[in-house]
């Protein structure tokens, strides 16, 4: 029976963890404590070749020690031009954007570890180094009567995520995860990292977040 709802969960999409019911925030009890969190500056550089999927059939909590221990859902694009990338701001906001992948990365970086969790599958642990999402959210000006976002990837995925997770100082996006730019499998160029919440919403290729 785990073996079955394992096949069900991989074959759901790349956010599968949110795949049976809605995406929701993890309950207190639920959400482990941080590892670390601290602002950094760094430097982007070419993707190299993607790595094998490294999943497992356990559910059992997992502290990385390298990459290919991260569980994998879905799958990825084939490939993705990152000359020809751009990540769209819009809806209401004062100035829409459409940022290419170096313009992402100029932005003040956070490198963090939160848990990523997939309620009743797994729990891995991983650093990952990225973008304020605030920062980006406020060069757009989001305006003041708005309440929500929907986050979509290159893959036509969406979800809608409350303001107030978008504009934490938590929230980021990821370009590299323990130290390695980002892999196409865990979500090149750009993941969303939303600490304290499921994996289901660490939307993988992002492509635009519209404000309404």
Same mark, same amino acid.
């Given at each position: ?48 070749? !993607?790595?094998? *999927?490294?999943?497992?059939? *356990? ?17 990825? !694009? ?5 000359? %020809? ?6 809806g209401r906001v004062a100035t829409p954007l459409s ?12 490198? %963090? ?9 797994? *729990?891995?642990?991983? &650093? ?12 757009a000006g989001v305006s003041a009567d708005a309440t &929500? ?12 995520? !409350? ?5 934490? !100082? *938590? ?42």
């Amino acid at each position: 029976m785990v073996i079955v709802w394992l096949l069900a969960l991989v074959a759901l999409g790349p956010n599968a963890c949110g795949a049976f019911g809605q995406p929701r925030a993890l309950s207190p009890a639920e959400v482990p404590t941080p590892q670390v969190t601290l602002v950094v500056q760094a430097t982007a550089q070419a993707p190299g070749t !993607p790595r094998g *999927d490294g999943a497992s059939s *356990d559910a059992t909590k997992t502290s990385l020690y390298s990459i290919e221990d991260l569980h994998i859902t879905g799958t990825p !694009p084939e490939a993705v031009d990152i000359a %020809a990338y751009r990540l769209q701001i819009d809806g209401r906001v004062a100035t829409p954007l459409s940022l290419t992948y170096d313009e992402v990365l100029a932005y003040p970086q956070i490198t %963090a570890a939160p848990h990523l969790i997939c309620p009743g599958f797994w *729990d891995d642990l991983a &650093e990952w180094t990225g973008p304020s999402l605030a920062a980006i959210m406020a060069r757009a000006g989001v305006s003041a009567d708005a309440t &929500e976002v929907i986050v979509s990837s290159l893959d036509g995925y969406s979800i809608t995520l !409350p303001l107030a997770a978008v504009m934490s !100082p *938590d929230t980021f996006l990821a370009y590299k995860v323990d130290g390695q730019v980002l892999p196409l499998e865990h979500g090149y160029p750009l993941r969303l990292v939303v600490p304290n919440m499921e994996g289901g919403k660490w939307v993988k290729w992002l492509a635009e977040i519209y404000v309404r």
